[in-house]
């Protein structure tokens, strides 16, 4: 199928969508099934899944029930756990890949590295590695926010001569096998790796700066039978799925205002801890001392448990340096190690732009957000005329699915593809005050909730704005993108005559 041509000769495409995982192939799902429109994936990677390619460390799996962590219009009676494993995951997105014939639209191995915004043509000019480039008159960054390993800044972390392996890069030809190994962090990946590690490796020390907030999972197996029943009445599933949203969004009082609920859920957090840890000195160490919903709330059945085994040891005041053969804690206590495992979490974008991007009159996206990333509704950034996000600045589920989020956005999204269809050679600038008015809103929502609340976290940025997380109930997120109003937005008219919609359907010819 054959792209437009703009005044260089070069295919021009409807939509660019940069970036394969569940944000990306939701949305061109979405696009198909719309029809009339010629997009194209372009994902840096030689596989679709995105997190859930990259997250391979032994015990990755996901803290939100299977049901609800899917697409609502693509759902899967056959998971095999409540809380799904990262290959059930990573398996379902490739299913969804295949199933919608989206591999023909996709371009793997290609990277952005650059986008311009052309104001004459009112095209985006898009800069891959390679020196290869394509323009497009929309473009969605489908990036992800946790898609940047983070390496922490510690002394002698280059003078190491063991095996260093951060979480979400994992060399999986590697064996813990009876290996001496520390963990640095306990995150949401950490609590994951550590009992997934422990009964193959000799030891374990476990390096903590801060203890997190650890609740049951209550994790199994789904049955055969349960699963049928799911294949044989997909109403049933439906009704799981809601019930599962439904206890979810019912918990947020507890993680969001800092409140009576919020005590009460201290409350279950140390009396789990008691029921788990016996060691009145470990339990001491494990015991947080913020509040509960500061940083994210941990779910974990065998974290505990593991930290208690023989082989585990956890020093609970952070790291000082690595030394060649041993990792050294702030007050001293000196490990010899083979293997430092590195749950050190991502460099998240609560400020600066994951790339240069520049839009209306040159401006660039690294300053507007060099203190603070902002987008309206998450999705749309004044100055930049045609660019959208998924999973943009104050987004984040506090306490549901992500899932759910991104379903609100490709709606919005696909809505401002169809207003943008029946406007040749126009493109829709978020106005100035529509932004300021939404940010200032947002961050005056934040006020009073545990987020703000003092500890550290990588939801906020240098000055404490929470930039990350969406603050409120998820069903509100819903109600606010159920419409795209064009009211929002300014109409500019390219003076070439580039930017027009395509006719067809489907993605061009680019391999
Ligand atoms: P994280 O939550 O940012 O945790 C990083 C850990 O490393 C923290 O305990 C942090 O301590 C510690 N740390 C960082 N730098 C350190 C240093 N220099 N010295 C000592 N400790 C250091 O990262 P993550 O666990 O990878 O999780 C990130 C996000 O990924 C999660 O919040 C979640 O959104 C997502 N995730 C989700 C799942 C899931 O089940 N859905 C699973 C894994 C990850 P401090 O707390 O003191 O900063």
């Known amino acids: 199928m054959g792209a437009k041509l703009n005044e260089q000769g070069r295919g021009v495409i409807d939509v660019a969508i940069i970036g394969a995982g569940f944000g990306g192939l939701g949305l061109a799902i979405r696009l198909q099934q719309q029809g009339g429109c010629n997009y194209r994936i372009f994902e840096r990677a030689s596989e679709v899944g995105g997190v859930w390619r990259d997250n391979i460390y032994p015990g990755a799996a996901c803290d939100v029930p299977s049901h609800l962590y899917s697409f609502s219009f693509a759902p899967n009676p056959r998971w095999g756990r409540l809380y799904s494993p990262q290959q059930e995951i990573h398996r379902y997105l490739r299913h969804c890949a295949d199933k919608y014939d989206l591999r023909r639209h996709i371009s793997f191995g290609w990277t952005l590295e650059a986008a311009d915004y052309d104001e004459?043509?009112?095209?985006?000019?898009?800069?891959?590695?390679?020196?290869?480039?394509?323009?497009?008159?929309?473009?969605?960054?489908?990036?992800?926010?946790?898609?940047?390993?983070?390496?922490?800044?510690?002394?002698?972390?280059?003078?190491?001569?063991?095996?260093?392996?951060?979480?979400?890069?994992?060399?999986?030809?590697?064996?813990?096998?009876?290996?001496?190994?520390?963990?640095?962090?306990?995150?949401?990946?950490?609590?994951?790796?550590?009992?997934?590690?422990?009964?193959?490796?000799?030891?374990?020390?476990?390096?903590?700066?801060?203890?997190?907030?650890?609740?049951?999972?209550?994790?199994?197996?789904?049955?055969?039978?349960?699963?049928?029943?799911?294949?044989?009445?997909?109403w049933l599933q439906r009704l799981a799925r809601s019930l599962q949203y439904l206890r979810m969004e019912s918990v947020l009082p507890v993680f969001i205002w800092d409140s009576l609920f919020t005590r009460f859920g201290e409350r279950l957090g140390r009396r789990y801890l008691r029921s788990m840890i016996r060691d009145t000195t470990l339990r001491r160490q494990l015991t947080p001392d913020y509040s509960m919903g500061c940083k994210r709330v941990l779910l974990s059945d065998d974290y505990y448990p593991a930290l208690c085994r023989d082989n585990v040891e956890v020093i609970a005041d952070g790291v000082a340096a690595l030394e060649a053969n041993?990792?050294?804690?702030?007050?001293?206590?000196?490990?010899?190690?083979?293997?430092?495992?590195?749950?050190?979490?991502?460099?998240?974008?609560?400020?600066?732009?994951?790339?240069?991007?520049?839009?209306?009159?040159?401006?660039q996206l690294a300053q507007d957000w060099?203190?603070?990333?902002?987008?309206?509704?998450?999705?749309?950034?004044?100055?930049?005329?045609?660019?959208?996000?998924?999973?943009?600045?104050?987004?984040?589920?506090?306490?549901?699915?992500?899932?759910?989020?991104?379903?609100?956005?490709?709606?919005?999204?696909?809505?401002?593809?169809?207003?943008?269809?029946?406007?040749?050679?126009?493109?829709?600038?978020?106005?100035?005050?529509?932004?300021?008015?939404?940010?200032?809103?947002?961050?005056?929502?934040?006020?009073?909730?545990?987020?703000?609340?003092?500890?550290?976290?990588?939801?906020?940025?240098?000055?404490?704005?929470?930039?990350?997380?969406?603050?409120?109930?998820?069903?509100?997120y819903r109600m606010i993108t159920r419409r795209f109003s064009l009211a929002d937005y300014e109409l500019l008219r390219a003076s070439g005559a580039a930017a027009q919609s395509s006719p067809e359907c489907g993605s061009t010819a680019i391999s």
């Open 120 to 234: 004459a043509q009112g095209l985006w000019s898009l800069s891959f590695d390679g020196g290869r480039q394509q323009q497009a008159r929309m473009v969605v960054m489908a990036i992800g926010a946790l898609n940047i390993p983070k390496y922490p800044d510690i002394p002698g972390l280059d003078e190491f001569r063991g095996k260093v392996m951060h979480t979400a890069e994992w060399d999986a030809a590697y064996s813990l096998r009876g290996k001496r190994v520390a963990v640095v962090g306990t995150g949401a990946s950490a609590i994951q790796v550590i009992p997934a590690v422990q009964p193959e490796v000799e030891s374990l020390t476990v390096f903590q700066r801060t203890p997190p907030w650890v609740l049951p999972k209550r994790d199994r197996p789904l049955q055969s039978r349960e699963q049928r029943r799911f294949a044989r009445w997909p």
């Open 326 to 363: 041993a990792i050294v804690s702030r007050s001293g206590e000196r490990r010899e190690v083979d293997a430092v495992i590195l749950a050190t979490g991502f460099k998240v974008p609560a400020a600066g732009a994951p790339l240069p991007i520049k839009g209306l009159g040159g401006r």
């Open 370 to 476: 060099a203190d603070a990333a902002e987008a309206y509704k998450g999705v749309a950034i004044s100055g930049y005329p045609n660019l959208l996000y998924i999973m943009g600045p104050n987004t984040g589920p506090g306490n549901t699915s992500v899932i759910f989020y991104i379903e609100s956005q490709i709606r919005y999204i696909s809505q401002y593809w169809q207003a943008l269809q029946q406007t040749p050679s126009g493109s829709f600038d978020l106005r100035p005050e529509v932004h300021r008015a939404y940010n200032d809103k947002i961050q005056r929502m934040f006020k009073g909730t545990t987020w703000v609340s003092g500890c550290n976290s990588w939801y906020l940025t240098k000055d404490g704005r929470n930039t990350t997380l969406w603050p409120g109930f998820s069903w509100r």
